[in-house]
């Protein structure tokens, strides 16, 4: 049974160009969460989404940064115009539906803004 | 203040003794609280959930939460340099679903 799958691990952009990043949850999960962990900090919550709906959104960053998890497919993470600043790993974790704070979390994007 | 406190570390043992971690929190609606390993440039790796004040343990690892001082402590019995990583404390509010971490704990075990 295949855990919670990202990729790219590890993304290089320059800045001003957008970064892409994929999640397949666990199999039987339906609902994904983005964290974000800068260096020397801990995660921190981004977004909350089951298939084609956005339940919470209150971590992510007001613009470039956008999230989607469609019918069919992957999560994707979109963010625009990157910016020195977002290099950080971003986890993707998964859970099934009746398990409050019980996330898997895959092993994460390194991106690097140049 | 941040809602949930943690010593980084660095912590440092010899083989074989018991570790204890712990992490307190300021807000009384956590209602589920866990633990997660992380190995460097890994993702975190659920090792504990609890939803109640008292003990929990599996293996070697001991959980354990009291709600009443907002205080929460995994305890690692024979460690292992394998037991070498970050640990990372979390807990959510039920029905929320995001989970709010610790700055996590860098555990060195020396052979």
């Known amino acids: 049974n295949a855990g919670v799958m990202q990729n790219p691990r590890h993304l290089v952009r320059r800045r001003g160009q957008e970064a892409r990043l994929r999640c397949s949850p666990m199999?039987?999960?339906?609902?994904v969460y983005w964290y974000r962990q800068l260096p020397e900090e801990g995660l921190k919550f981004m977004v909350y989404?089951?298939?084609?709906?956005?339940?919470?959104e209150s971590g992510m960053p007001k613009e470039r940064f956008s999230a989607e998890f469609p019918k069919e497919g992957p999560s994707i993470l979109r963010i625009q115009q990157v910016v020195r600043g977002d290099s950080a790993a971003y986890f993707c974790?998964?859970?099934?539906?009746?398990?409050?704070?019980?996330?898997?979390f895959g092993p994460g994007t390194r991106l690097t803004v140049l | 203040q941040k809602e949930v406190e943690q010593d980084p570390g660095p912590l440092s043992v010899p083989e074989g003794a018991i570790v204890s971690l712990n992490c307190t929190y300021s807000?009384?609606?956590?209602?589920?609280f866990m633990w997660y390993r992380q190995y460097s440039r890994k993702g975190p790796e659920l090792l504990m959930y609890?939803?109640?004040?008292g003990n929990k343990e599996d293996g070697r690892f001991t959980a354990q939460v009291d709600k009443s001082s907002k205080y929460i402590s995994l305890f690692i019995r024979d460690s292992q340099p394998s037991d070498s990583a970050t640990y990372l404390c979390?807990?959510?509010?039920?029905?929320?679903?995001?989970?709010?971490f610790g700055q996590g704990t860098r555990l060195t075990i020396n052979p």
């Open positions: 974790a998964s859970s099934p539906l009746d398990r409050d704070g019980e996330q898997f």
């Open positions: 199999k039987g999960h339906s609902h």
């Open positions: 989404l089951q298939k084609e709906n956005i339940i919470d």
């Open positions: 807000n009384s609606a956590f209602q589920y």
């Open positions: 609890t939803y109640s004040s």
């Open positions: 979390a807990m959510v509010i039920q029905g929320a679903q995001k989970l709010v």
